[in-house]
């Protein structure tokens, strides 16, 4: 359906070809092991979502394009479904692209979005939307049809607003300053790992540490990065023990010392005590086998996984799953 370079939609793929029709359907019948969000949509594919507590609402990207948001209200009693509601929906610049990773930029009161060119790898940008008007404040280009394939797939944001985003293709980082303009690129040789098939999806998921520094994931490799940006953009790879982060998408610190990586399986919850130099798997959670964790938020302290697909016809319906770790 899309280009290699789309680590959800290649694992989607082999999920479903795998799954016999009556199994998941039994799947989507059992009974959740956690809490879950379901919500109702127009489109099959959300590839993020991200809890805004000033608004009491998910916030989600469409792959067909644009914005959406899920309320939860005070009461909302658990079973009941929600509704999304569309917020955003592309201009026509950016026909045909994905909306992709996103952060909330709560200081500056703005949204922060990838977007990309899913079948081609063509087209690589960053949008940026006001979070109480939803203007659309900037778009900048990262890469066009003339530049070498790249796939815009997550962002970061630090303490002065400058934002961080990721090329699954490329393997490579894009910085854009808090006024829109491209600042520079972000490379190392340490982001492409000796093995030829682990480079197909590379840098993906990523978040910026209070304490200065981002953190990103290498999907297929499963490596995990340290970029000091206090320090030239100096890249170290951080030493994983305790299990592996193959697969790993999307990204969200729990805290200081905490890391959640969704992606398959579900998530995983890796720690640091001493400064993201070194780090533990200390807990998994699997959720729903038949639909695919693409990102992570925290939710009033506990950790919700969004599921990239939707089930169910005509009403599609997506679940926004919390994660309980186990050793």
Avoid at 31 to 57: I, M, Q
Avoid at 102 to 129: E, H, K, Q, W
Avoid at 217 to 227: A, D, E, P, Q, R
Wanted: net charge neutral; aromatic share 10%; hydrophobic share 45%.
């Amino acid at each position: 359906m899309a280009s290699l370079c789309s680590p959800k939609l290649v694992l989607l793929f082999f999920l479903v070809s795998a799954i016999p029709v009556a199994y998941l359907i039994s799947l989507e019948l059992a009974t959740p092991t956690t809490h879950v969000y379901h919500y109702h949509s127009n489109g099959w594919f959300r590839e993020c979502a991200k809890w805004d507590h000033l608004h009491r609402r998910f916030l989600v990207s469409f792959i067909d394009g644009g914005i959406g948001q899920i309320p939860v209200p005070e009461d909302h009693q658990p079973g009941a479904i929600l509704e999304e509601v569309p917020l955003v929906k592309h201009h026509a610049d950016l026909a045909k692209n994905a909306s992709l990773g996103f952060v909330i930029d709560r200081p500056r009161n703005r949204l922060l979005v990838a977007t990309a060119d899913v079948m081609g790898n063509r087209y690589s940008a960053l949008a940026a939307y006001d979070l109480s008007t939803w203007d659309r404040l900037f778009l900048t280009q990262l890469s066009g049809p003339s530049d070498a394939k790249a796939f815009a797939d997550d962002v970061a944001v630090d303490s002065e607003g400058n934002a961080y985003v990721t090329d699954c293709t490329g393997s490579l980082i894009w910085k854009v300053g808090v006024d829109g303009k491209f600042l520079s690129t972000i490379k190392s040789p340490l982001f492409t790992p000796k093995e030829w098939y682990k480079a197909i999806v590379g840098l993906n998921g990523i978040v910026y540490h209070p304490d200065g520094f981002l953190i990103v994931i290498h999907t297929f490799s499963g490596n995990l990065f340290k970029i000091d940006i206090s320090k030239g953009d100096e890249v170290k790879q951080i030493k994983v023990v305790g299990g592996s982060l193959t697969f790993g998408d999307g990204l969200e610190l729990l805290s200081p010392t905490q890391l959640v990586v969704a992606g398959n399986p579900s998530g995983r919850l890796v720690e640091s005590t001493d400064g993201w130099e070194t780090a533990s798997v200390v807990g998994k959670f699997s959720g729903p086998k038949h639909r695919l964790a693409t990102a992570a938020t925290v939710k009033d302290g506990k950790v919700y996984l969004n599921h990239m697909v939707a089930m169910g016809y005509p009403k599609k319906k997506h679940a926004i799953v919390e994660a309980v770790f186990s050793a």
